[in-house]
Structures are given as C-alpha cells and as structure tokens.
C-alpha cells in the first residue's frame, strides 16, 4: 500500500501546494481505505482516459522515492506532459477510539476522520457481542454525536476518546428496522434468499472445498504428517472418460445450512395497531413469538423497549406479564424466557461472524441460480409484509415516500467533476443509483407482468397497456398502434428496446454536460419484455407532438431540429462516429440532424434536454437489410448476403464500427506513406532511408506552430487521428494547430461502451491487429519513417505544407472514404437506408459515399472479423467455454449474434476444422437453445399462471427428453369448479387458448427449432429429436439444459434427471420451481479505477511489477470506492493481484487475495461461471504452493466437475485442468491416477494444438516422470524421445529445453539399465543376489510446484534490482524492434508460449 503523508510530497514537479492544500481538506471520501495519493488528470474534462498515470512512479506517495524517480516523461500513459500532473493527498490517518456498549467490556475501534458516525453504528450492528442493538445513539463526554457527521468535524474526538453507546427510547419505525435487524440475524446463515433471487443475495460454495477459511488451515494443519491423511480419489463421474454428469454436486451441502433454530414463529400481532389508549401508555406494536421450547407468548414493543405482556390468541390483554422482562433489545428479552435462543442464537452469531465478508455483502446486480434445492417454507413476518406493503425502492428508508428515479439519476450525473475526489463521489453516486433502479424496474416489470399493476389506459386491449409504477413507465414489447409496421411488426417492437437500451450506454459512456438520457432497463419475464424507464418531468401531461423540438415522431415523415440539440450532439458527434447531415420534411425544407430521425429531443419541465428513442445509433447492417436496387461488395455476397431479417432494424455493433475505423486509419496511414515515398523517391535518386529522415527532421523544425501538435501526435497513436475538424467549423477550413491538438485529447479520450473489453481499441487509433502492421512492415522498406513523416503531416493544420503533401493527404482521405479532406475522419449517417427519410439534392454524392461506407463496413464484418475470431479461437486467444462467453467473444469483435449461423458456416470450411470442435460444438448449441428459446418466449405469451409449471415442464421435456411422446399434464386443477367459464375481466396480457400450449410435441418441437435455425440464423439443422442432436454434435443434454434456464430464466430442482428414459418423460411440474426475470441494463463505470488498473497492467507487461503492483492496489481502492466492495471489475483487479503476489513470492497474500476473487467470482457472475472455474484453477495452484495439498484437489476437482457440466470433456481448458490434476496427484504419490489426468491431457493437448506443438512436449514431458517414478522406464523412455523430438525440430539442437530433455533422456537410460541389470542379477543367483539399491525418485514438491508454475503460465524472474534493470532493458530492445518490424516472431524459450511477457489473463 501507499504510505500514508501527511505532508505533500517535496518533488512533485510544478505542484501548486496552495492546491493540494485546498483538494487534500476537500476529503470528499468516506471510505476505508489508506493509501490516498492521487493523479488528477490534465485535461480536467471529467472523461480523460488517455492519461491514466504518470508511470515514472514518482507521484506515488513514497516521499524518499519520489525525489529520485521522477523519470515519468518517457513512458507518459496516452502522452501527457508528466509536469502537468498533481497529485492529490487526502490526509487520512486513521486513529483508535475505544468503544462501550451496555453490559459488554470497552473495545478498541480502528477508524478514519473521512468516516460518518453512521458507519460506527453499522459496525456495532455487525459485531458478535453487540448485533443486537440497533436503537441507540453513541455520546462522547456527555453529548449526543451527529450520525451524519464526519469524525474529523467533531470537537474533542482523537486517540484513546471514549465513545458510550446509549439506548434510546424506540418509535414505531424503530421498533420495525429492530424486528427486521433480529430476523435478519436469525437468517443470516439460510440460503432461501439466494435462491428465491431477493435483495441482492447469491451462493457461494468455495467455504465448503476449503474448510473455511484459507488464512487458518495453512496454519491449522502440521506440514509433516501432510501426506498422509489426503484421500486422493475423485468421485467417479470426475475421472476422465466418464459418461456420467450429475447435476447434485452442483450445489454440495453446507452442514451450516441446517439451521441452527432459535424461534419457531416471530410475527406480527393479529392486535396491531395499539388502540388509542394504549398508544398513550407507549405502545408501539404488539408481536406474537412460539420459542423452540413451545412456550407461545404475547410481546410488546414499546417507546421503553420490549415486554411480555398478558394477551392470548383470542384475549387482548395488554397489561405487562409478571414477571414483564422489560428489556431494550428482543434478544436479551427472548433469552430469558428461552434456554434454547440463548444457547443457538449465541452459536448462530459466532458462525455468522467467522464467514467471509464476501459471502454476506449484497452484490449490486441481483444473480439468479438455475437450480435450487426444495427449501422449506418457514413462517417468516417481515417477507409477508414486504411482499403486500409495496416496499417500493425501500422507501422506509427515505423520507418522503417514492423515490423521483428520473431527478436521482440526472442529479448525480450534474455533480461536479474537476478533480480525483469529485469523480469518485459522482461515479458512485451513479453507480448506486443504477443499481438500485435496476431492482425497482425488475420488481416493478413482474409485477405488470403478474397482473398485479393497473394500467394507465386500462380501456384498451392487454398488448397495448402500459403501466406506471414507482415513478417507472413500463411499456411491452409489441408493435401497438402499427408504430413500427414498415420496419417488421411485432419482431422490430422486440429488438427496438435492446437497441435503444445500447444507445442508451454509447450516449451515457460520452457522457456530455447538458445532454440527458433516460433510465431504461430491459426486463424478459414468462415470455415478455418490458422495457422500464425514468419519466421525463411534465411529459405525461402534454401530448407526444407538442413536446418533441428535435427529431422526429413518424420516422421521418415530419422531421423537426434544435440548434441546442445540435450543439449537444455535435460533441458526441466524433466518439459515437455519427455524421452531422440534412433531411428533408413534409415541406421538402432542409433539416439538419446530428443523430438518427428516430432520436426524439425533448426539453422536460425541469429545463433539463433530453434523447430518447436512441434505436438507431449506429448505422444499419447492410447484410441483414436487402435494399432493392443495391449491391453489397461480393466479399458479404459470397457468403449469401444480404439476407433477409426478421425486422429492419439490424445495426452494427459499436465495437465494430471502431475496428473499421481503426483498420481505416491504417490504411490511411499506409496510403499516405506510400505516397510521399514516391515523391522523395523521384525527387531524389539517392537511398531512400536518409532522405526522409532529414525531410521529416526538417518539416518539424519549419512549422514552429505545429509543434504542439506534433508531440501529441507521437506520443499517442490515438491523438494523431483526431486532429482538425473542430466543433464550430465543418467545411474544410482547419481550426489553429493549438486548438487542434486540445481537441484532440478530449475526444481520444471517450471511453469506450462496453466494459473493460474494448478497452484495448485506440480510438481511431493505430491498428492493433499484429497480422497487417507487420506484413506491411517487412514489406516495404524504411515504412516507419514514412509512417511518422505522414503523421506529422495529417497532425499539422495543412497551412503550411506545400501543396504535394497536402494532395498526397486529400487522396489518402478520399481514398478511405473521410468525411474530411485534410485529416482522417470516418463518421456514419445513421438515416442511410431508413424508409421514409429523404435527402436534399445537393448532398446525394455525399449520400452515396456514406452507402459505399456501410457496405464496405458490413463486408469488413464478413471479410476480417469472424476470420479473426476463429483465428484467434485457434490460437486460444479467444477461449469461449460456454453460450454466455462465445457471445461475449462474437460481441467483442463487433460480431451480432445473427451471424452465428455463418461463424458456424466459416468454422465448417477451415481445414483446421477438428483444432475448433469445442467452438463448433459450442456454437451449436448456443445456436439449438437461442432457437428454443425463440419458441418458448411465444410458447409461454399464451400460458396462464396456474398452469406455468406444467407448461415449462412440458416445453423442457419435449426439449431435451427421449421419451417420444411426451404428453402435457394439464393440470389437475387444485380447485376444481365448474363455473370457470366466465371470463376472468383482467387478463394477463396476450392470453389466447390457455390450453394451446399442451398440444406440443417433441417432434414439432424440433421441427420448429431446425426451421428457426433455417430464417434466422440461416443454418441448416439436419435433427429431428434431441438425441439425434446429441449424437451428431457431440453435445451434453445437462449443458443444453443449463443453457436454456439460464436464457429463460428458468429454475429447476436440483437432483438427477434421467433425460435418456424411453418410458417416462425426465421433468415433472415439480421440478420447475421458479421462473426469473433476465434483466438488460447499463453498468456505469470507474473510470479512474479503470485507468489505474490499465497502467498497472501495462506496467507489468513492461515487466515492472513492483510499480505494476502499486497501481493495481490503487485501483482496487478506487474500485472499491465507486462499487462497494462486489464487482465483475474487481475480481479482475484481486485476480491479477494475487498473480502478482505469487510471481514476487508472496504467497499467502496470493492466497488471501485469490479466494476473495473466487468468491466474488461465485457471487457476481455464478457458480459454474467460465470464469469462476478458473478462478478455482488458479487458487488450487497457490493452496498448493502454500504446502494446503488436498485442499488444492478439492479445488481442481471442484474445477473439473464444473467444466465437465458446462462444456464436456473435450475442451482445451481441460488439458491445462487435468495436467494441474495430475501433477498434483504426482506429488502426492498417486502414480496411477495422476497417469490418467495427464494421457487425457496429452490427447487434448495434441488435438487442439497439433502433434508437434510445444505443449505437448510439456505433455510428454509429464507423463515420462509419472513412468519414471514408477520405475516403468521404458514408458518413460518413450514419451520423453517423443518430446525431445518435437523440442529438437521446433527449437534447434542448441535450445535449453532440448539440452534438458537429452539429459533427461541420458538420466532415463542409465536407471533402466540399472534395473534390467538388479533383474538380471536377480534371475542369476536366486534369493543371495546382492542387489544394488535403485534411485526411485518421489518427487519433491519443489519439482512439482516448478512444473505447476510452467504449465500455468507463470514464470519466475528472480527479483534482484540488476536481473530486473536487465529485463528491462531487454523487453524494450524487443519492443523497439518488433515496431521496426525487423523481428520474426522469435523462437521461444520456454514451452509455454509466454516467456517474454509477464502472464497476464
């Protein structure tokens, strides 16, 4: 951590001391955390992320370092000048204070001045000895202390002050918030919350394999005895080869599940509320309570605390008992009167207490689990009253009843922005207001779909209803009033909210002062969606008409604008790569536009502009949207484009639109190179190389303006592209170089959509595919000059250039299609191809270049990037393991899911074609269960509530059952009357025959499934049943089934189902338990986290791990500020930390930190994640350096099951997994079975990498030391000639790794001969042989460790001060010339292909 200053650090270099002051008393922070050095970034404008850090590591708080460090300059992160930094200090040390709580001991209490006294109160509430209070105030000297108010601001407050906790007198709210606080105590260890999908709570199963927790057991277990007391063998369906899948390990048992019972009932009085007299003798509420002992008692809640009063069931009498036992807290008062709460509640807090934290703090984004146990329903007060007293957005604990969604979400967007502090106190404002939107949206949406929300027109039929509920205007997702008739009907009213919901994230990712959108959350529920927003204010009482002053409300039939609007959108004009055009009205008067006509502008009664209707954001997908008259490029037709879709609305993804403009701006860059090559070729005769490096010195000196320029240009590839067009001035006249180069830096600095994916693309920056920028390197001599000659000139103000180069860049331009003659500057039109929207004249030849733009954007789709995926799928850079994370990879790339059908298609004709069956098995059955779950969504629309169980049983078995004929049991309706037949006068949206959806049969089922494959995804299915799928794709119905409830939302029982049965169908109405909502929304960001954390990686990739390090620590505080303490972002962030932890030596602080990203991990993304599997991948490995050997098998086993579950056996992944198995396995002395983990590794390994590849060398490698150990030494023999052979062809006779694998082989021949001699001597002098002793080496756990290490990736640099300068120096001479582009991939050293990079996943 950073150490803590409390005076400014002596060399920051042009600091204003004045203003670190000023920022370091600001301390807007609240949180826990330390280290509190800063890096505000230069240009102030809230959304920089170009300057992520000064790496010269002298701004880091480390006073003595900084004086001699600051070399910053030269690795600027994004090519900020290092003396415009500042550095903030928030002053924050912490200090003791001692604590004393009525009854208990005093106790020390470690806090900070940036601390409310609140979170002393929150802490009280969590401790073991005083979680039962929560009504009392704390008072220091006498005088009651402020709960909003920050410690440092209190008078008399330091180290060593006393603080008393002392009990005040309750009021009815009290005494609600201390019943639901004891209730939550009782429940604390009961997982019925997580997956009943309530308040944010989800399962974590990593305490069970570990035995707790982590930091103890090292501690706990002798070393010695170790080995002994480890049972190796896996459960049966583990080991390699098994056919079985259960599905019960999923969710082992925790022995802490079974509840400890406290109470039998806690609920509220049938006597409440108090009468008036008895409200004057201070009763609050009355709760009735049966004890474990059955003991059944009346209890008052009253202004002085609680008591035993005299009432019965049936008999009000609320005269104190006697004895009352009037006591302040329900705990102290229950212990009295039951032996058996004192003694299980005590228990029960100490569990709690010994839990991770991670395993109790709510995660932000509520998770659904697909499968759950059946779970008694106990009795339970507060979850009956939640469930009727519409508890809104919590508003009990806010005063003034509804929260105003839309003010909350467009006030914390207006908070200021200007420096570290203030960024932090907004990002999480926003955050926390989104996620709690993003609950109340998806309560609110199943209640509109529930039937319990009354319409706001409820006259008209059930699909054109909308519902408004807690201040969120719900609307359903279908084509009501023939709104989108033109664009395909009810399939377009699906699509429209996805695609507006993502213009929503482009638009809030910008994020430009002024300009507002609109909360919106997707939410698909039993067949519907819902789309949920935040209402504009006044927009509810004044026609759609009146309100719009930009856009349009007809698509384009009448079209209106806004110079306001314009100027707004023109700074989001440049990020989001959108064309500021005319269109024509009804009048055929010119309108000019910065956006799609879709996108409505509308001024709300709180002065504030917003956009919605952001559908069209981004250009259309050509390949999806015949066009009569038009061609596509015959790259897109080859492949059958365009096909036709089921609605018009296909855009491109964002992700896309910038690798076009990247590939754009390289060959832009190639062009204009080029060109001026030819020029000094012909000008002068003489070598090409000088020339233009005096010519290129000599320009830089001419233009003394243009300097400014110049530096920002070199420096970041993403501040070259954007140079001129500046905001006032569209036509080709430039703005001042200066105003340029500002300009500049905003916009490199967007930051991209979605998540920390994309980060990786510059902004119409360099291109970052490897393949084109070093063939074109090697190609064409002395390039790189040439390239940086061509940046000067694209980066000056084409002023003073003389008119050659000034051509040379106005072909470049046209060349690429800019919109732009003197700078690149690719932007779309977005209302290209819309019917109903005309263009004035003049601008048809512009029209027509953006119609080739798309075309040759969609091509590029087809042509570069689904061969990119599968390159990089065979490559495994891109490692898909489930239907969640193939998408993720299509999506990366810019890839719709649409083009799955043709991914699938491209993978079928590569020759590799057996090197990607685990993608192509995975694809397909991405490709079967987005089909079904097409059908369901339709299938479900027409099911009534009481029948849901009995459909979704139907609708599985006929999915994924053998049995033939498997009939729908209608069910036998509980409540048999005959008087159904009157009409029910609200129904459920959509309903229709309720019965239509028993009539469903296996095989129409999957006729339907292989026709949807046919229009949608344009793939030919050749299947008739399941099993026929199964047998033909290699699939795993569990994984079919797991990948329908997960996209349905379905939750099933968990216990073994036999899908294989001919005679009875594998689901009955019982196994289906729940049904969730799948929520779509925005994630806000940490941005300044996020730049931490990419400098830190970047600083470890350089191979500086120490500083690497530091950045990262401080990232996940910032992380932690923004979030709370549970995000996808910081497990990333605890992941790599524990990384870097382990390489440096560290290990138990590897260990600590790896579990916490393993259970955040379980909690966030789920249990059998992709990603939690590797998480569990990388904490065996550490357990096991930390000398925990069978807990790092639990955890590989753990890792195995779960991979075999969610994609088979036949996997990449699963050779890294099983060859970590069997080492492990090999150092614990189990020969046999560690023999079998690695044979099945081997095979994967030659499979996906090719018989010759380095891995399978490792592989033999393994496997030959298994033999050796058990003294088969001609196995041995055999496997290690296989390896040296591949070592010897691959890398030379010289290499190292060849030198060993001979030695080994030597090492080998030697013991065999040695055996086959003790034999021979054996076999000749019988029983009196005297026998040499033989060397059967058990291997260390040094040796295994080593191996471990190797095969994971991770390799070990000794960390002295001279090797690290070596590296180095050694890593930027490779950078330096692969830039020159004079290397070939080098041959690499180490069988992993990683040795020159510090392994970073």
């Not at 959108?578 to 709180?606: A, P, Y």
């Not at 055996?1315 to 040094?1342: D, H, V, W």
Request: glycine share 6%.
């Amino acid at each position: 951590m950073v150490s803590k200053t409390d005076d400014i650090p002596a060399s920051v270099p042009n600091c204003n001391p004045v203003d670190l002051a000023d920022e370091a008393g600001d301390g807007a922070q609240d949180s826990k955390e330390t280290s509190r050095t800063r890096l505000k970034d230069s240009c102030g404008c809230g959304h920089s992320t170009d300057t992520a850090m000064v790496n010269g590591d002298g701004a880091h708080g480390h006073t003595e370092e900084a004086e001699s460090k600051q070399d910053g300059n030269g690795e600027t992160d994004g090519g900020e000048d290092s003396n415009e930094q500042e550095v903030i200090v928030i002053q924050d040390t912490g200090f003791t204070v001692k604590v004393q709580a009525p009854g208990t001991e005093p106790f020390d209490l470690q806090v900070s001045p940036q601390e409310m006294v609140q979170e002393i109160h929150q802490v009280l509430m969590d401790r073991e000895d005083t979680c039962h209070r929560t009504c009392f105030s704390l008072q220091l000297d006498g005088n009651v202390l402020d709960n909003f108010a920050e410690l440092k601001s209190i008078e008399g407050l330091q180290e060593g002050s006393l603080l008393k906790v002392v009990e005040e007198p309750y009021t009815v709210r009290e005494a609600r918030i201390h019943v639901r606080h004891i209730r939550d105590l009782l429940k604390s260890l009961d997982p019925s919350d997580a997956y009943n999908g309530v308040d944010c709570n989800s399962l974590s199963f990593l305490s069970i394999f570990t035995d707790g927790d982590l930091g103890d057991s090292g501690k706990r277990k002798k070393k010695g005895n170790e080995l002994e007391q480890i049972d190796c063998t896996p459960p049966e369906h583990i080991l390699p080869g098994s056919k079985d899948r259960p599905l019960v390990p999923l969710q082992p048992q925790n022995k802490d599940w079974k509840p400890l019972q406290c109470l039998k009932v806690l609920t509220m009085s049938g006597w409440n509320p108090p009468p008036g007299n008895r409200k004057m003798h201070g009763d609050l509420m009355y709760l009735y309570m049966v004890t474990v002992e059955e003991r059944h008692v009346s209890i008052t809640a009253s202004t002085r605390g609680f008591y035993l009063n005299q009432s019965t069931t049936y008999t009000f009498n609320p005269k104190p008992a006697n004895p009352s036992f009037l006591s302040h807290s329900l705990v102290e008062l229950l212990s009295q009167i039951s032996p058996a709460f004192k003694k299980n509640f005590t228990a029960l807090q100490k569990k709690r207490v010994q839990r991770h934290p991670f395993e109790r703090i709510a995660t932000p984004f509520q998770v659904y689990s697909w499968t759950a146990p059946q779970v008694d329903h106990a009795m339970d007060c507060v979850r009956a009253e939640d469930a009727y007293t519409s508890r809104l957005g919590y508003e009990e604990h806010i005063p003034g009843q509804t929260r105003d969604w839309n003010e909350e979400l467009q006030t914390t967007r207006e908070l200021p922005r200007k420096n570290l502090p203030e960024r932090l106190l907004r990002e999480r404002a926003i955050f926390k207001v989104h996620s709690d939107f993003a609950a109340a949206a998806t309560r609110g949406a199943m209640a509109v779909i529930d039937g319990n929300v009354m319409a706001i027109n409820p006259g008209e039929e059930t699909r054109m209803q909308m519902f408004i509920w807690n201040n969120i205007f719900f609307s359903l997702g279908f084509d009501v009033r023939d709104h989108y008739r033109e664009l395909g009907g009810d399939a377009a009213a699906h699509a429209a909210p996805t695609n507006d919901l993502n213009g929503v994230r482009a638009y809030g990712a910008v994020d430009v002062e002024g300009l507002y959108t609109l909360g919106t959350v997707v939410v698909d529920y039993r067949g519907y969606r819902v789309t949920a927003q935040s209402i504009i204010p006044g927009i509810l009482e004044r026609e759609q008409e009146q309100s719009v002053i930009y856009g349009s409300i007809d698509f384009g039939k009448t079209v209106v604008s806004h110079s306001k609007y314009l100027e707004l959108l023109e700074k989001t004009s440049r990020p989001l790569k959108v064309q500021r055009h005319n269109v024509l009205n009804e009048k055929n008067e010119t309108v000019e536009l910065c956006s799609s006509v879709e996108c409505k502008g509308i001024i709300g009664n709180d002065g504030r502009h917003y956009i919605l209707d952001l559908l069209r954001t981004f250009p259309p997908d050509l390949n999806f949207l015949p066009v009569d008259g038009e061609e596509l490029p015959p790259e897109s037709q080859r492949q059958g484009f365009p096909r036709q879709h089921r609605h018009r609305l296909a855009c491109l993804r964002q992700e896309l639109i910038e690798a076009f403009v990247e590939h754009r701006y390289l060959l832009f860059m190639k062009m204009a190179a080029l060109q001026l090559m030819q020029q000094k070729a012909n000008k002068d005769t003489k070598t090409n190389t000088p020339a233009i490096t005096e010519t290129s010195e000599t320009t830089s000196e001419s233009n003394s303006d243009t300097t400014q320029t110049q530096t920002t240009a070199s420096d970041s590839p993403s501040a070259t592209a954007v140079s001129t067009d500046s905001t006032s001035q569209t036509d080709n006249t430039t703005p001042a170089a200066s105003q340029a180069a500002t300009d500049g830096e905003e916009n490199s600095s967007t930051p991209a959509t979605n998540g920390p994916l994309d980060v990786t693309a510059t902004h119409n920056g360099e291109c970052k595919s490897p393949l084109e920028g070093k063939e074109l390197e090697e190609s064409i001599p002395g390039l790189a000059q040439a390239k940086e000659l061509a940046e000067t000139l694209v980066a000056e103000d084409g002023s003073c250039i003389d008119p050659k180069s000034r051509e040379v860049v106005l072909n470049a331009c046209k060349a690429v299609g800019s919109i732009s003659n003197t700078s690149f500057d690719i932007r779309f039109n977005p209302d290209i191809f819309s019917p109903g929207v005309h263009f004035p004249d003049e601008s048809a030849d512009d029209v027509q270049k953006q119609k080739q733009l798309l075309k040759d954007a969609a091509a590029f789709l087809v042509s570069c990037q689904i061969p990119s995926l599968v390159k990089d799928c065979l490559d495994h850079s891109a490692l898909p393991m489930d239907g969640a994370t193939l998408t993720e990879a299509l999506r990366q790339r810019g890839i719709n899911v649409r083009y799955l059908g043709s991914v699938l298609e491209f993978v079928d004709k590569t020759p590799a074609k057996t090197q990607l069956d685990h993608f192509y098995r995975i694809g397909i059955s991405e490709l079967i269960t987005r089909c079904a779950k097409h059908i369901f969504k339709t299938y479900l629309q027409g099911v009534e509530l009481s029948a849901l169980s009995a459909a979704v049983s139907h609708f599985l078995n006929c999915f994924l059952s053998s049995f033939p004929d498997a009939v729908a049991h209608l069910p036998p309706d509980e409540l048999v009357s005959r008087r159904k037949s009157r009409k029910r006068r609200n129904r459920v949206p959509g309903g229709g025959d309720n019965t239509a959806w028993a009539s469903l049969t296996p095989s129409e089922l999957w006729k339907s499934i292989a026709s949807e494959a046919q229009s949608y995804y344009h793939f030919t299915l050749q299947c008739e049943s399941v099993d026929q799928v199964v047998e033909k794709y290699g699939l795993q119905k569990i994984t079919l089934l797991r990948e329908i409830s997960v996209k349905t939302g379905i939750q099933i029982l968990i216990k073994e189902y036999n899908f294989d049965s001919r005679h009875k169908p594998a689901f009955t109405e019982e196994d289906i338990l729940n049904i969730f909502p799948v929520v779509k929304h925005v994630n806000p960001k940490a941005s300044d986290a996020f730049h931490f954390f990419q400098s830190g990686q970047a600083k470890v990739q350089q191979g500086f791990l120490k500083e690497g390090c530091e950045l990262i620590n401080e990232a996940l505080n910032l992380f932690n500020n923004v979030y709370g303490a549970m995000h996808v972002e910081i497990c990333a962030c605890l992941r790599l930390l524990a990384r870097l932890n382990y390489i440096m030596g560290d290990h138990p602080e590897a260990l600590s930190n790896q579990q916490k990203a393993v259970l955040m991990s379980e909690r966030v993304l789920g249990i059998e994640h992709p990603n939690t599997i590797q998480e569990y991948m990388h904490l065996a490995l550490y357990c096991f350096a930390n000398g925990q050997l069978s807990t790092a098998l639990k955890l590989l086993y753990r890792a195995r099951y779960l991979m075999l579950l969610v994609s088979g056996e036949d996997h990449p992944e699963m050779a890294l997994l099983d060859s970590n198995i069997g080492l492990v396995l090999h150092g614990v002395m189990e020969y046999d079975l560690s023999l079998r983990f690695l044979e099945n590794a081997l095979t994967i390994n030659t499979k996906y990498h090719g018989p010759r590849s380095l891995k399978v060398a490792l592989s033999h490698h393994l496997v030959a030391r298994v033999y050796e150990s058990k003294a088969e030494f001609r196995s041995a023999l055999q496997h290690e000639k296989e390896g040296y052979t591949i070592y010897k062809n691959q890398m030379g006779e010289a290499h190292e790794k060849t030198k060993e694998s001979s030695e080994y082989l030597k090492y080998l021949t030697q013991q065999a001969v040695a055996l086959q001699r003790t034999m021979n001597e054996i076999y000749k002098n019988g029983s009196n042989a005297s026998i040499m002793p033989l060397k059967f080496t058990a291997p260390s756990m040094a040796s295994v460790l080593e191996q471990l290490n190797i095969i994971n990736g991770i390799i070990f640099i000794p960390l002295s001060q001279k090797d690290l300068e070596n590296l180095k120096a050694e890593v930027q001479r490779r950078q330096q010339l692969q830039e020159l582009g004079k290397i070939e991939e080098p041959a690499e050293d180490s069988p992993l292909e990683l040795e020159d990079k510090i392994p970073i996943d």
